[in-house]
């Protein structure tokens, strides 16, 4: 019996593997006057792609439902727009306003080296 344990966590860190970065990223599309909401985790956000229509100004919200500190920028190229500071707490959101012409942009997480492990996303203002 003991010797089936390690077979069996070995089994699960290879599933676990598997289910992480691959998942496809969910699209929202958000009407002009409502609020972006984006749930982030280690290490996602969802939704991963935002369509924003309307342009102007949007209230962004961010809902931290990892157990790390999050934050979410965002940037049009090189130029940083601005964003949600890093925060912690399960369950906690924090939000700002942003004024966005229409374009593509990223957000991401600045934290550590999140945006790498798969902290970051698609946003596209109409
Ligand atoms: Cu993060």
């Not at 959101?93 to 991401?108: D, M, N, Q, R």
Request: hydrophobic share 35%.
């Amino acid at each position: 019996m003991l010797r089936l344990i390690p077979a069996l966590a070995l089994t699960l860190a290879i599933a676990g593997c598997g289910g992480g970065g691959d998942k496809p990223k969910r699209t929202a599309t958000v009407q002009p006057g409502k609020v972006v909401n984006v749930i982030a985790g280690e290490y996602f956000y969802d939704p991963g792609a935002l369509v924003v229509t309307g342009g102007g100004k949007f209230a962004f919200e961010m809902k931290n439902e990892g157990s790390l500190a999050h934050d979410l920028k965002v940037r049009r190229g090189d130029e940083e727009i601005g964003g949600i500071k890093p925060f912690q707490g399960k369950g906690r959101s924090e939000g700002t306003t942003l004024a966005l012409s229409p374009g593509e942009y990223e957000f991401y997480c600045s934290v550590g080296d999140h945006e790498a492990l798969g902290m970051k996303g698609t946003l596209r203002v109409e």
